[in-house]
């Protein structure tokens, strides 16, 4: 089996009707399995790429991320996008703490867990279109995140664990349900691109203000006066 090839360390998968994970060697590095009918991961197969940095499962139908992710000590990027009924991040992944790039869009995460906000490296995180409605007070620890998407979700207000991540450049709440901005954003003095539009904010915050470094501001489809 391809497991034998000990020199593999690319493997392009995608648009197939996969339903297992493959067992391949431990020299992999990228791997991608996109659109294929994976539900789960087997363990001893995922166990074996400790060595893998990219993991691509995105537009199958996983319903969790696999608890043996945690042993993928090397990944740092990790897409499970368009898993539609993917509802549960486990607290496993505070292990995978290499990981530098999230990609969850368009899913069915109702629940952030705080572990998410241990991941010290991360640098983009997108966790756009789910069923979010707060974000834990962990990520006010990722202080490498430069972008962070959480468009098309439930937010009510503006993630305050957020307003100090001094490294972030791009951020993308829109279509959200967020009434109000808070003082201060002092913080996000990175911050260069800001979207807000298609929530509920019935005025221009004052505290844009204290963007010094934002250069694209979308605040269109609210109710502004």
């Known amino acids: 089996g391809l497991h034998e090839l000990e020199h593999l360390q690319?493997?392009?998968?995608?648009?197939?009707?996969?339903?297992t994970f493959p067992a391949l060697p431990a020299s992999m590095k990228n791997l991608s399995l996109r659109f294929n009918?994976?539900?789960?991961?087997?363990?001893?197969?995922?166990?074996?790429?400790?060595?893998?940095e990219t993991l691509n499962l995105s537009s199958n139908w996983f319903k969790s991320v696999p608890k043996a992710i945690r042993n993928l000590k090397s990944l740092k990027t990790l897409i499970m996008s368009s898993n539609k009924e993917l509802s549960t991040i486990p607290a496993e992944i505070r292990h995978l703490k290499a990981l530098e790039s999230v990609n969850f869009h368009s899913?069915?995460?109702?629940?952030?867990?705080?572990?998410?906000?241990?991941?010290?490296?991360?640098?983009?995180?997108?966790?756009?279109?789910?069923?979010?409605s707060e974000i834990p007070k962990s990520f006010a620890s990722l202080l490498l995140l430069r972008e962070l998407d959480l468009s098309r979700n439930l937010l009510s207000g503006f993630p305050s664990p957020i307003a100090g991540l001094n490294s972030?450049?791009?951020?993308?709440?829109?279509?959200?349900?967020i009434q109000a901005v808070p003082d201060p954003l002092s913080g996000l003095r990175e911050l260069r691109v800001l979207k807000l539009a298609g929530n509920h904010l019935s005025s221009l915050p004052s505290a844009l203000q204290d963007l010094v470094s934002?250069?694209?501001?979308?605040v269109s489809h609210n109710h502004l006066k």
């Open 37 to 52: 009918n994976l539900r789960s991961a087997d363990d001893r197969n995922m166990d074996a790429l400790a060595q893998l």
């Open 10 to 19: 690319e493997a392009d998968f995608g648009s197939n009707q996969l339903d």
């Open 107 to 132: 899913n069915a995460i109702a629940k952030i867990p705080r572990e998410l906000g241990s991941l010290g490296n991360l640098r983009t995180l997108r966790l756009g279109q789910n069923c979010i």
């Open 214 to 218: 934002l250069q694209e501001l979308d």
């Open 168 to 177: 972030l450049q791009v951020l993308d709440l829109s279509q959200n349900e």
